[in-house]
């Protein structure tokens, strides 16, 4: 009977690490393993701001939830000693009143700076409470770029002298550069930039058709999107977040 108790406490033991070394997101672990997680060193938390908002005809609104879920594990796994929030879906998108900005089309959610701000403001804080010593605050969506950045260094300011950091890694402006000079070579006109990259990350991630309607893409689009640039994209956001973690937090 003891060998058997053993026996099953081993395997017991053994899923939770499986859990812990196969996913980066703290909504898939238990509290008893992200504190595990925790104590192993996993001390630095993954903040990502999505949007929920038109990217055209063919591409759905969850576009940078998608994305933020998926960039989130991959940069929480190649860093090995992080774990990710599950991604904010709310930014700045127009307003709602005026209707301006996204704001003029069916299906955008916009919350003001202030809100994302005090949103982004009190996960950091809970992620601070809690043990992570380091957050990193990132952003898939234009406009909510200067509101984290703010967010973090207020927040760096006051949890410094307590042995805690909080940083923003500008991986939108970065990860657009690198896509930008990627679509250049291809002749590329700039006002073709963001729709060629937003169909591409697209068909990149989705294999059934469930973010983008590719027979909706216009003919200059889908001539140029592919999901192999799409996985270019991507890749190139992972590896500029990835390096510039390490860079301020360490390996």
């Given at each position: 009977?003891?060998?058997?108790f053993v ?7 053994s ?5 812990q070394?196969?996913s980066?997101?703290?909504d ?5 393993e992200?504190q ?9 938390a993954?903040y ?9 005809s063919?591409v759905?609104l ?9 960039l ?9 000693n992080?774990l ?6 709310y930014a ?10 996204h704001?003029?089309?069916?299906g955008t959610i916009s ?6 701000a005090a949103v982004s403001r009190?996960v950091?804080?809970?992620a ?6 380091h957050?990193i ?8 770029q200067d509101?984290?950045?703010e967010?973090?260094a ?6 410094g002298?307590?042995g805690?950091r ?5 991986v939108y ?7 930008r000079e ?15 990259d937003d169909a591409?990350e697209?068909?990149?991630m989705d ?5 983008i309607?590719p ?8 001539a140029?999107a592919s ?8 890749d190139g956001?992972?590896e500029?977040a ?8 360490g390996?």
């Amino acid at each position: 009977m003891r060998y058997l108790f053993v026996v099953v406490a081993l395997h017991a033991s053994s899923v939770s690490a499986g859990a812990q070394s196969i996913s980066g997101m703290i909504d898939d672990l238990t509290t008893t393993e992200v504190q595990a997680a925790i104590d192993a060193g996993k001390t630095t938390a993954i903040y990502y701001v999505g949007g929920t908002h038109q990217s055209g005809s063919a591409v759905a609104l969850g576009k940078h939830n998608v994305l933020a879920e998926h960039l989130s594990r991959r940069v929480a796994q190649a860093l090995g000693n992080a774990l990710a929030y599950p991604p904010n879906p709310y930014a700045p998108a127009g307003d709602p009143i005026e209707k301006t900005g996204h704001m003029r089309f069916a299906g955008t959610i916009s919350v003001s700076h202030e809100t994302l701000a005090a949103v982004s403001r009190d996960v950091a804080i809970s992620a601070l409470a809690v043990g992570f010593t380091h957050v990193i605050m990132l952003g898939d969506h234009g406009e909510t770029q200067d509101v984290i950045r703010e967010v973090s260094a207020s927040l760096d300011t006051e949890w410094g002298p307590k042995g805690a950091r909080v940083f923003f890694i500008p991986v939108y402006e970065e990860g657009e550069g690198r896509m930008r000079e990627i679509l250049a070579e291809l002749n590329v006109p700039a006002n073709r930039m963001t729709p060629i990259d937003d169909a591409s990350e697209m068909l990149a991630m989705d294999g059934n058709n469930r973010w983008i309607r590719p027979d909706q893409l216009a003919d200059e689009i889908s001539a140029v999107a592919s999901a192999d640039l799409g996985r270019r994209f991507i890749d190139g956001k992972v590896e500029v977040a990835v390096a510039r973690i390490r860079e301020l937090v360490g390996r």
